[in-house]
């Protein structure tokens, strides 16, 4: 298996899962809550966990990035409206 998100990225091409990244208030009987809806089907999530898992594991000031409308499009469903922006910090 590829060991970093690039190459995950490379590997995970061939084929693209697709991810759905949204945000989103909460319901009623919460205020000011918002959050972040990942979702996917099992391919989708292990891809997006290990891209996570991969850039643990490079050096502190790591970055990577995937967009619905820029680099990565490819791995979001139409619908997405946010990318993902990853950080190794120490």
Known sequence: MPKTPDALADF???DPPKLNIQ?????EGRQNESF?????????????GEMLIAAS???E?????LHPEG????FFASKSTHGIYIHRVS
Do not use: P, T, W
């Open 12 to 14: 995970y091409s061939v």
């Open 23 to 27: 945000s989103f208030a909460c319901g």
């Open 36 to 48: 972040m809806l990942i979702e996917g089907n099992e391919q989708a999530l292990r891809m997006l």
């Open 57 to 59: 594991q490079q050096s």
């Open 61 to 65: 000031g790591f970055d990577f990035s």
């Open 71 to 74: 680099a990565g499009q490819i």
